[in-house]
């Protein structure tokens, strides 16, 4: 086994590798088009999606790659690695695995972490009939995140601003401006959209014809950027009751936004309200699994130099291509001792999900 050859250097050779390994296990993919783009060469864009398991089992786990768009080749190179080493043919009774790959083929193809409508997918699974959530403190922090250059007098001063706002209130206070999402700036960080996305409409879908009639729904989703370099954070999202069952799950280690255990800040609209939703029968056990890269200031530099490159910028620049660079190097440490730890601990929470599963009765 050569764990680093999971992995892959971009989101088409990412999509060859699942399919190829779907179909040397004899498994039928299911490939949903995003007819709203094309990737960062132009290729068709897709979330493929691969069931393992009964068609009528009552416990379905469900492992997915790339909400986060560049953050995907870290679960693509699990769900490949699974795979390949044929390790889910001896699942529980009455047990499926729903692979979901690619949830945001744009942003993995166009190393973003956003759609092709600039929407953070973490954020766009909400009522849009509803009042919307509201993050007034990101008001106070846009216009210093969108500098009108980014090496220039405009930049230094934004960069003057940030650095006395998180002297004055802190660091946690300024990440949770930042990343709490938004819905007021389409053209800002952590915009949560004005309307569902296609990957949310397509997700809901996937996971209604799955899903609808399981007792027991599980969710592992793969994310990368918060954290020291190759450790896994299980953060629980969904409702409060349900966090117990994830700390006996997955143990000690799990956090919660909500509890303030967690790295991440409170953040409405994640993906999860749309697979509870959509199958509503079920108990309901979602976890993000967040492995670490650089620094989280260095981290969030890359999303403003990225979002900056966007409205702002030259894609095709020396500049330009350097920000693409510092993305990708934020959110994937293509280093062979990173994909290993990202691989080790991913099979361990794999099994440890579907011991939890096996459980529920």
């Not at 679960?75 to 889910?88: A, D, F, H, I, P």
């Not at 969710?219 to 950027?225: A, P, S, Y």
């Not at 620049?317 to 190097?329: E, F, L, T, Y």
Request: proline fraction near 4%; include cysteine; charged fraction near 20%.
């Amino acid at each position: 086994m050569n764990i680093p050859d999971f992995f892959s250097a971009n989101y088409a050779e990412a999509r060859t590798k699942f399919l190829s390994a779907c179909e040397n296990r004899g498994l039928t993919v299911e490939s949903h088009l995003n007819d709203t783009a094309k990737g960062a060469n132009g290729e068709d864009l897709y979330m493929d999606v691969v069931r393992i398991g009964p068609k009528t089992a009552s416990k379905i786990l469900i492992l997915s790659s790339a909400t986060h768009g560049v953050e995907g080749f870290c679960g693509s190179g699990v769900q490949v690695g699974m795979l390949t080493e044929n390790m889910l043919t001896l699942l529980p009774d009455d047990t499926a695995v729903l692979m979901i790959h690619a949830i945001n083929p744009h942003g993995f193809s166009h190393l973003r972490r956003v759609n092709e409508d600039n929407v953070d997918l973490n954020r766009n699974f909400l009522d849009f009939d509803a009042p919307l959530p509201e993050n007034p403190d990101y008001a106070d922090v846009h216009h210093m995140l969108l500098p009108d250059d980014w090496e220039g007098t405009s930049f230094e001063a934004a960069q003057a601003k940030i650095d006395d706002y998180i002297e004055e209130k802190g660091l946690s206070i300024f990440q949770a401006a930042v990343t709490g999402g938004q819905h007021i700036h389409d053209d800002g960080l952590f915009f949560g959209g004005f309307g569902p996305s296609w990957t949310n409409k397509t997700l809901r879908a996937v996971v209604a014809i799955h899903a609808a009639d399981c007792k027991h729904l599980a969710m592992l989703d793969f994310h990368t950027g918060l954290g020291p370099y190759g450790y896994e954070e299980p953060i629980y999202v969904g409702d409060p009751a349900g966090l117990s069952r994830a700390l006996d799950w997955y143990g000690d280690d799990v956090t919660s936004p909500e509890a303030g255990t967690s790295s991440s800040a409170i953040v409405r609209g994640t993906i999860n309200y749309g697979i509870c939703e959509s199958a509503p029968k079920a108990s309901h056990t979602c976890v993000a699994l967040e492995y670490g890269t650089i620094p989280v200031l260095e981290v969030l530099e890359a999303l403003r130099a990225d979002n900056w490159l966007y409205i702002k910028g030259n894609l095709e620049s020396d500049q330009g291509k350097a920000i693409k660079k510092q993305v990708r190097d934020a959110f994937y440490c293509d280093a062979d001792d990173w994909k290993e730890m990202i691989w080790k601990r991913g099979i361990s929470v794999i099994g440890m999900g579907l011991a939890g599963l096996e459980k529920e009765t």
